[in-house]
Nanobody, 127 residues
Framework: QVQLVESGGGLVQTGGSLRLSCATS????????MGWFRQAPGKEREFVAA????????DYADFVKGRFTISGENAKNTVYLQMNSLEVEDTAAYYC????????????????????WGQGTQVTVSS
């Protein structure tokens, strides 16, 4: 059973920083990919960033490049999303997601690629 628990959300002013954490439990994470998505009220869920444990490769949505960094810490089975230079438009519920173990390539920017989701953590950026 895979479980994902997000933490680290909160209220921050424009230009501030937050670090989101996603604690994982389960098996075979070395063959999974992890993603962060977000959803603002009245909007579709959108891709933010992705990370693969095996290759430690990363991918980012264009709107966060240079501001957000995704990383993983094997010893803690935790994935992080460091968010800097936050903008009001970054206000949303942020969700951590994990794929099933896979071989080859997958489309990490699509939510349907991910089989497991956390409960979400709210990020609110005030002006």
């Amino acid at each position: 059973q895979v479980q994902l628990v997000e933490s680290g959300g909160g209220l921050v002013q424009t230009g501030g920083s937050l670090r989101l954490s996603c604690a994982t439990s389960g098996r075979s994470f070395s063959r999974r990919a992890m993603g962060w998505f977000r959803q603002a009220p009245g909007k579709e869920r959108e891709f933010v960033a992705a990370f693969t444990w095996s290759a430690r490769s990363t991918d980012y949505a264009d709107f966060v490049k240079g501001r957000f960094t995704i990383s993983g810490e094997n010893a803690k089975n935790t994935v992080y999303l460091q968010m800097n230079s936050l903008e009001v438009e970054d206000t949303a519920a942020y969700y951590c997601a994990a794929t099933d173990p896979y071989v080859g390539s997958v489309v990490l920017r699509e939510a349907r690629t991910y089989a497991y989701w956390g409960q979400g953590t709210q990020v609110t950026v005030s002006s």
